[in-house]
């Protein structure tokens, strides 16, 4: 069996520190108290070497230097993926502490675990799935322990930093994968290929009653087949099970005004986002956002509840859930278009009923100005307007294949990462491509998560020959992971690898010209090309600011002259859009 290796010291530690609090780690939380890193790990080793249905896999080192580790539960002992899916077994994975100032899923799954393998009849609870937690994701954030940065949490007493051991917020790297945590992620989830995901967390914004709310994987991104599953069936029995539990819950409140009176819109989770990358994949996926005033141990409980309900349902309906997904991944092979950017569709909604508080304004003893509250005595419930629907902003119907030159390598580690199938080509070739002209985008003026994202970005489309190199890589678009390959290659995708700056190079021009020698060769360009000089003095008469500027005009005319650089502004990965012959291996 593989587990992690501790020193002695550490145990002593651990050891000490029980002892000395009457307590032990998976009843912390009933005194306000959240599991350090190292009292979780020791806890997880002891469970997979006592129990032979636990052990525990490492996927790579993160930013601080830890591994990142996975525990899983297999009722009948077997870790294997492959031979669970021959055992038409699902699997759940669980993902902790990715903001570890939100400790209420590390708390809730030792809990579960502790039950789970101490408990009773393991088959009975997990005999048609695999339980897979990662018990704390941000290593570096975890071991960043304190008991402030987050000002407006209710509890515990000491907890995690939300930036990782590079500062990054880790619920933002999942496409990009700077850290080291996203590419050992990428490779734990192409291994298990969940069909449930759950990532951990405790909200931030408007006061209510609720002590759970909950993303789920937005259902006009999601496969429509996975879709109607999970509204129709899923969601109604998760919501059901946590008001049997005494722990309603609402969707996550994303208000549309300044209070949740005003309407709740479902937050769009894109691929940056764990349950964002998830979905690129058929998996189906939730957020759990605890809210951040409730006591410690509420927030824990009700963590604790979901997963339990989560195991439950696919427990039950193990073979439908592999039966929907089946079919989103066989249709995922086959689907021709794709959309790769939404915005909401504010002429649609339902309506739920809200327990919220009444709010008011009242004077800051600060600054003297009005500042609002919600006042806790006045709890009320109404009904409100809940906007749950996307719509499409960018649709792209997906090639033959994509050609990827070599050079790019940061994308094509990515793409490995995530399981995506590459072939090389074995020769020197010139193939006819579409490829996309940048033809505009918007920047944001400071750094986003280490980039400078791009967005609203405008292409143009043309064909051509282009000299491609023995070593390019060529990616066939017949893959169950499609999708993946599709909103990251697009240029337009909302959080494709051109967007997050992977392709930048190539919006920077390379090759320039001094207006004197140029003069003369505009001249004659102007004389054997009628149609620049009709478009120069259209522009000319147009644009005073351009008729007074000679640079300018010369500019134009070199932009329009065998001098200027192709590749400008040119996105390197090209589109075959028909079956061709190519020298491959």
Not at 15 to 44: H, P, R
Request: hydrophobic share 35%.
């Amino acid at each position: 069996m593989k587990i992690l290796v501790y020193s002695l010291w550490l145990i002593g530690f651990t050891c000490n520190l029980s002892l000395s609090t009457g307590q032990t780690v998976d009843t912390k939380y009933l005194n306000n108290q959240s599991a350090t890193y190292e009292e979780t790990m020791l806890f997880y080793k002891e469970m997979a070497e006592k129990h032979e249905e636990a052990t525990i896999q490492s996927f790579g080192r993160t930013d601080v230097g830890k591994p990142l580790s996975l525990f899983i539960i297999s009722a009948d002992g077997d870790f294997n993926p492959i031979s669970l899916r021959e055992k038409n077994k699902r699997v759940l994975l669980v993902n902790n502490a990715i903001h570890p100032g939100e400790p209420c899923g590390v708390d809730a799954s030792i809990k579960l675990t502790k039950e789970l393998l101490e408990g009773g009849d393991l088959q009975s609870k997990l005999g048609n799935l695999v339980l897979c937690i990662v018990p704390m994701y941000n290593i570096g954030g975890a071991l960043n322990r304190g008991c402030c940065s987050r000002a407006n949490q209710n509890g515990p007493e000491a907890y995690g930093f939300r930036g990782n051991a590079k500062n990054l917020d880790l619920n933002r790297d999942f496409i990009k994968a700077d850290s080291k945590n996203a590419k050992g992620f990428a490779l734990l989830f192409s291994h298990w290929d969940p069909d449930v995901f759950i990532d951990t967390h405790t909200s931030n914004g408007a006061d209510y009653q609720y002590v759970m709310t909950l993303i789920t994987t937005q259902l006009d991104k999601l496969h429509p087949s996975l879709s109607s599953y999970v509204k129709d069936k899923m969601n109604p029995a998760l919501y059901s099970a946590m008001e049997l539990n005494k722990y309603g819950m609402i969707p996550y409140v994303n208000s549309i005004g300044k209070t949740p009176a005003s309407g709740i819109v479902d937050f769009l989770e894109t691929p940056r986002y764990s349950t964002g990358y998830t979905t690129l994949f058929n998996t189906i996926g939730f957020t759990t956002e605890s809210h951040m005033f409730k006591p410690f141990k509420d927030r824990v409980l009700g963590t604790y509840h979901f997963i339990n309900a989560v195991i439950d349902f696919m427990q039950k309906n193990h073979e439908e859930i592999g039966e929907v997904r089946a079919e989103a991944k066989r249709l995922t092979m086959v689907q021709k278009s794709f959309d790769i950017a939404w915005s909401p569709d504010t002429s649609k909604y339902d309506i739920i009923p809200f327990k919220g508080y009444e709010s008011g304004t009242k004077t800051s003893k600060i600054s003297g100005t009005e500042r609002m509250f919600y006042d806790r005595q006045k709890p009320y419930t109404m009904d409100i307007k809940y906007y749950n629907r996307y719509q499409a902003t960018v649709t792209v119907n997906k090639p033959f294949m994509y050609i990827v030159p070599q050079g790019w390598e940061r994308v094509l580690e990515r793409l490995k990462l995530n399981g995506i199938a590459m072939r090389k080509l074995t020769e020197d070739a010139v193939i006819e491509v579409e490829v996309y002209y940048i033809e505009d985008y918007q920047s944001g003026k400071r750094p986003y998560e280490g980039h400078y994202l791009h967005k609203k970005v405008e292409v143009s489309k043309k064909t051509m020959s282009i000299q491609y190199y023995r070593g390019d890589f060529v990616i066939f678009t017949d893959q169950v992971k499609n999708r993946f390959i599709v909103e990251t290659l697009e240029p337009q995708g909302v959080d494709s690898y051109f967007a997050w700056n992977f392709f930048d190079p190539i919006l920077q021009q390379k090759e320039w010209f001094s207006s004197y020698v140029f003069e003369e060769k505009a001249e004659e360009l102007l004389k054997e090309n009628p149609e620049i000089k009709t478009a120069l003095d259209t522009k000319v008469k147009s644009d005073t600011s351009f008729a007074n500027n000679g640079r300018a005009q010369l500019q134009f005319v070199y932009e329009r002259s065998p001098y200027y650089e192709k590749t400008r502004n040119r996105y390197p990965v090209g589109r075959v859009v028909k079956s061709i012959a190519l020298p491959l291996r």
